[in-house]
């Protein structure tokens, strides 16, 4: 009876280093005893609500903080970010929040390869300060400027060049395009858009 086996995928050591280090560094600032109360608007019934959800993790031995979505709505009004778009928040080692809003940024021309229409994302991102009391103490909004897009759209640029962008058509399979020496690939995602995405091999099925 003949067995199939499925080649071996090797990572460069080196690689896998750096990515563990990183993953390591990251782990390391972010706080395991600490949680976030975000509190829709200065009502007396729900800042009450918040306060007895943030009693309730600190008499679990959690670090509370509550931040008002007032204070999102002034980031999301400085980035240029509609309602219906995400913020992604967390919370930071030194107490305060951080956070970033993708977008996408649209490629055109023959330059991109199979990515020409499709979208690539870039990120604004914003960190914030709080006091003990809760109130901001300072913020910090960083949106992506023309430099950053060229930066973004060079990278596809080099990516296309290398033949390293799969058609639409081409297979997903983490395996078969790391054999084609593929690092990524373009799809049309759940709303419609067609973005340029990265293939990740781990010895299993990793997208990003």
Same mark, same amino acid.
């Given at each position: 009876m003949t067995t199939a086996t499925t080649p071996e995928i090797r990572i460069d050591p080196a690689?896998? @280093? +750096? $990515?563990?280090?990183?993953?390591?560094?990251?782990?390391?600032?972010?706080? !395991?005893d600490r949680v976030t109360l975000v509190v829709f608007s200065g009502d007396l019934d729900r800042n009450l609500a918040a306060l007895v959800i943030a009693t309730g993790a600190a008499a679990m031995g959690l670090e509370p903080d509550a931040l008002p979505t007032r204070v999102?709505?002034? $980031?999301?009004?400085?980035l240029g970010a509609t309602a219906e778009e995400?913020? #992604? #928040? /967390?919370?930071? @080692?030194?107490?305060g929040m951080h956070g970033r809003r993708v977008r996408d940024l649209v490629l055109s021309g023959p330059e991109y390869g199979p990515?020409?229409?499709?979208? #690539?994302?870039?990120?604004?991102?914003?960190?914030?300060?709080?006091e003990d009391g809760g109130y901001v103490a300072a913020s910090r909004i960083e949106r992506a400027g023309a430099e950053d897009e060229e930066d973004a759209r060079e990278f596809v640029r080099t990516l296309a060049r290398a033949g390293r962008i799969a058609p639409d058509a081409a297979t997903r399979?983490?395996?078969?395009? +790391?054999?084609?020496?593929?690092?990524?690939?373009?799809?049309?995602?759940? !709303?419609? #858009?067609? /973005?340029?995405?990265? @293939?990740?091999?781990?010895g299993g099925v990793t997208w990003k």
């Open positions: 690689v896998r @280093a +750096y $990515v563990d280090e990183r993953l390591a560094e990251l782990r390391a600032r972010l706080p !395991d999102l709505d002034a $980031v999301r009004a400085r995400e913020l #992604v #928040v /967390r919370p930071a @080692a030194d107490g990515a020409d229409g499709a979208a #690539v994302e870039i990120s604004d991102s914003f960190a914030i300060t709080l399979d983490p395996s078969e395009l +790391y054999r084609e020496g593929r690092s990524h690939f373009v799809v049309r995602e759940t !709303d419609g #858009v067609r /973005r340029l995405r990265r @293939a990740w091999h781990d």
